[in-house]
């Protein structure tokens, strides 16, 4: 009689924790979830690095010369300069 309440005591327990294995707080489902999740958050990381480094060399040109300023102002403001001739090519 002990020897059947033990091995059903074993089962219950291998239930149990297959159970948390497939629908728990730590399931695989979930883990996979989180991982989507963490890869998504890798990629915004970078793309906003990326971002970041083109935006920090800009302000750097900006600080350092006045060629940025005068690029910005051609082609933002259509700045010419005395005695030249402003032609827009689209296409």
């Known amino acids: 009689m002990a020897r059947r309440a033990v091995t059903t005591l074993l089962i219950?327990?291998?239930v149990i924790l297959h159970a948390q294995l497939w629908?728990?707080?730590g399931s695989?489902?979930?883990?996979g979830s989180m991982t989507q999740q963490?890869?998504?958050q890798q990629r915004k990381n970078t793309?906003?690095?990326?971002a970041n480094d083109r935006l920090s060399a800009e302000v750097r040109d900006l600080k350092?010369?006045?060629e940025m300023v005068e690029e910005k102002a051609r082609m933002e403001l259509g700045m010419v300069r005395p005695n030249e001739i402003y032609v827009?090519?689209?296409k």
Do not use: T
């Open 12 to 14: 219950a327990l291998l």
């Open 23 to 25: 629908f728990g707080r």
């Open 28 to 31: 695989l489902r979930a883990v």
């Open 38 to 40: 963490l890869d998504a």
């Open 47 to 50: 793309q906003s690095r990326l």
């Open 64 to 66: 350092e010369g006045l």
């Open 88 to 90: 827009h090519v689209s």
